[in-house]
C-alpha cells in the first residue's frame, strides 16, 4: 500500500541537495538515471531547461510505503521500494531523466521515495505535461500520479488504498512553496532538522536541539541566525485552548522590515505542530527504549558466550569450586552460546552500504513480501543510458555530416565560380585575337 504527492520545483539544484543530504547521507538507496557525482543530475537538469520559458526545472514525486508491507529496517525491502518508485517513474515519463532517493528518516520512520524527474522529454524535446496532479482529471484527459502508482501496486501484488484524499503536506513537499532562499525555507529546514534528531523525543529537548542550532556555523562562517521556539494557548477559533507553536528567527537581512521573521508553525508544515512532532517525539523513544533492549542483549549474549568459552576450557567453575570437565556439559554450553536463532540486538554481521544495488544471498525473512525483478529493472535503465548516448552520438554524427555536406557544397562553389571566371578570361581572349 502506498500513496503518492506531487510538487514542482524551480530548482533542480537545491531539491537534489536536500533529498540527498550530505555526501549521501539521507539517501539509504539510490538510482539516477544521469552518471556522475551528486550534482551530476541538477547540472543536466539546468542545461536542459536553461533555455526555455520553463520556470519548473523538474517534477518532485513522494512516494510513502506501509511498513507492514516493507520492512524499513531491511535491506532488501528498503531496496524493493527504491525499485518501484523508479518503475513508477518510468511508468510516467519513460523517456526523461530520473532520480530516485529512499530515505527512512521521516515521521514513524516508514521507507518512501523521493523521486524526481527532470522536466523534459528526451525524445520530443518538450516540457513534461502528464501526471501534474494527484487524482485523474476529465479536462485534458490528464492522468493523476496516484492512480498510475495504483496500477504498479496491482502490478506487483501489492494493496492500494480505496480513495485517497490531499493529506497536510509534510515540510518535505511544503518546502518547495517557499522561494529557496527565503527564510521560511530556512527556518522549514532546521525545524525538520531538530525533529530528526535522534535527541529529540520532548518538547524540551527539541527546544535545546534548537538553540544547539543557532551556534553553529553558517554558509558565510558565520552563525546561523538566531532561531527559538515560542508556546502559547490559543484563546478562540477552532483551536481554542489548545498549544500553538510559533517559530522566531532573526532576521539580518530586512526581509520582514523587523528584528524577527514570525511564522506559526502550522502554516509552515502539519509536522511542526504540537500533534505531528509529536509523532517524531514517540519515534525517538522507541528507538531509544530498542536500542537499551538491544545493548541488554548483546551484554547477556557475550555474557553467556564467554562462560561458555570459559567452560570449554576447562576454567569454568562450578558452585562448589571445582572445576567442571564434564565434556557433554561442554558441548550443551558451546551449542548454547551458538544457537540457531538469536534475538535482534545479538552480534552479527552487519552489511555496508545496503541498498546501493549490491545483490543480497540473505532474503529468507524477506520472502514474504512480493518479489520485484531487480535484474530486470537495471537491465532497463541501462539499456535507456544505452540508447541516450547511441541518440546523442547520432545526433553529433549528423551535425558532422552537415558540416561537411555544408563544407563540400562551398567548395564546389568556389570551383563552379573559378571555372566561370576562367571561362570569362579565355572568351575575352578569344576576342581580342579575333580582332
Given amino acids: 500500500m502506498s500513496t503518492t504527492h506531487y510538487s514542482p520545483s524551480n530548482s533542480a539544484a537545491d531539491t537534489e541537495w536536500y533529498v540527498r543530504g550530505k555526501d549521501n547521507a539521507r539517501g539509504v538507496a539510490i538510482t539516477c538515471d544521469v552518471p556522475g557525482p551528486p550534482g551530476a543530475f541538477a547540472a543536466r537538469a539546468r542545461a536542459l531547461t536553461q533555455n526555455t520559458r520553463r520556470e519548473v526545472e523538474v517534477l518532485h514525486y513522494r512516494q510513502s510505503f506501509s511498513d507492514e508491507e516493507f520492512d524499513p529496517k531491511h535491506p532488501d525491502h528498503?531496496?524493493?521500494v527504491n525499485d518501484l518508485g523508479y518503475l513508477l517513474a518510468k511508468k510516467m515519463h519513460p523517456n526523461s531523466?530520473?532520480?530516485v532517493v529512499t530515505h527512512v528518516d521521516g515521521r514513524g520512520g516508514k521507507a518512501h521515495n523521493h523521486i524526481i524527474v527532470i522536466n523534459h522529454d528526451n525524445a520530443t524535446g518538450k516540457a513534461l505535461s502528464q501526471y501534474r496532479t494527484f487524482h485523474d482529471r476529465k479536462a485534458g484527459n490528464q492522468r493523476g500520479v496516484q492512480s498510475v502508482n495504483d496500477e504498479l501496486m496491482l502490478e506487483h501484488g501489492l494493496s492500494v488504498v480505496k480513495r485517497v484524499e490531499h493529506q497536510p503536506k509534510d515540510w518535505e513537499l511544503r518546502r518547495e512553496d517557499f522561494?529557496?532562499?527565503?527564510?521560511?525555507?530556512?527556518m522549514g529546514d532546521r525545524m525538520m532538522a531538530?525533529?530528526?534528531?535522534?535527541?529529540s523525543t520532548s518538547k524540551a529537548a527539541l527546544t535545546a536541539v534548537l538553540d544547539e542550532q543557532n551556534h553553529l556555523p553558517g554558509d558565510d562562517g558565520l552563525p546561523l541566525p538566531r532561531m527559538r521556539l515560542h508556546t502559547s494557548v490559543a484563546r478562540k477559533g477552532k483551536r481554542a485552548g489548545q498549544e500553538t507553536w510559533t517559530l522566531y528567527i532573526e532576521d539580518r537581512r530586512g526581509e520582514t522590515g523587523r528584528a524577527e521573521r514570525r511564522k506559526r508553525t502550522s502554516v509552515l508544515s502539519a509536522d511542526f505542530t504540537p500533534e505531528g512532532a509529536q509523532a517524531f517525539f514517540d519515534y525517538h523513544q522507541q528507538n531509544q527504549i530498542q536500542k537499551e533492549q538491544d545493548n541488554e542483549r548483546s551484554a547477556r549474549t557475550a555474557e553467556a558466550a564467554r562462560r561458555a568459552a570459559g567452560a570449554a576450557r576447562g576454567t569454568d567453575r562450578d558452585d562448589h569450586g571445582s572445576v567442571d570437565l564434564d565434556p557433554r556439559r561442554r558441548r550443551s554450553a558451546d551449542q548454547a552460546s551458538r544457537g540457531t536463532g538469536g534475538a535482534p540486538g545479538e552480534t552479527r554481521l552487519v552489511r555496508e552500504d545496503h541498498g546501493r544495488g549490491v545483490e543480497r544471498a540473505d532474503r529468507g525473512s524477506g520472502a514474504a513480501t512480493p518479489a520485484v525483478d531487480h535484474v530486470g529493472i537495471r537491465a532497463y535503465a541501462q539499456r535507456l543510458?544505452?540508447?541516450?548516448?547511441r541518440?546523442?552520438?547520432?545526433?553529433?554524427?549528423?551535425?558532422d555530416a552537415e558540416v561537411a555536406r555544408q563544407r563540400d557544397r562551398r567548395k564546389a562553389d568556389r570551383r563552379r565560380r573559378l571555372v566561370a571566371d576562367v571561362r570569362e578570361d579565355a572568351d575575352r581572349e578569344d576576342d581580342g585575337l579575333e580582332l
Fill in 78 to 80: 528498503v531496496q524493493r
Fill in 97 to 99: 531523466d530520473v532520480l
Fill in 179 to 186: 522561494d529557496q532562499r527565503s527564510l521560511d525555507r530556512q
Fill in 194 to 199: 531538530a525533529l530528526g534528531d535522534p535527541r
Fill in 385 to 389: 543510458l544505452d540508447e541516450r548516448e
Fill in 391 to 399: 541518440e546523442e552520438r547520432a545526433a553529433r554524427d549528423r551535425a
